[in-house]
């Protein structure tokens, strides 16, 4: 897919909370022990529910690292954001390594080979 306009869910037991609509392409691609990281950015309109505090607090905390060039913290926040069941709505894909700010959105699939 090197392009993908979709809704970013969370699953929080039964229920699906919309994160937003994303439209984005493919950045990058990795490949490393038959496993294909694909890097995609692009944009969000953000969704009607609430984020929950939590997360919201990681994806401030790692928009802050970012813009600061505190990237020796990233690997820790990621671990942190990952541990929330996030979702591509119509594609049911498990994404990875979230990062929103403004309107833009950049995450991470992984593909086994």
């Known amino acids: 897919m090197k392009k993908i306009i979709d809704n970013i869910i969370l699953i929080v037991g039964s229920n699906k909370l919309n994160i937003g609509s994303i ?5 990058r691609e990795i490949s490393f022990n038959n496993i294909n ?3 995609y950015s692009g944009n969000i309109s953000k969704g009607k529910d609430i984020i929950p505090e939590s997360l919201q607090n990681l994806l401030k905390e790692k928009e802050e690292s970012i813009n600061t060039g505190l990237f020796s913290i990233l690997d820790e926040l990621d671990e942190q954001i990952n541990s929330f069941d ?6 049911n894909i498990r994404i990875y390594d979230l990062y929103i700010e403004n309107d833009g959105v950049e995450f991470t699939i992984l593909n086994k080979n």
């Open 37 to 39: 990281k694909l890097h």
């Open 86 to 91: 996030l979702f591509l709505e119509r594609n």
């Open 23 to 27: 439209n984005v392409s493919l950045h």
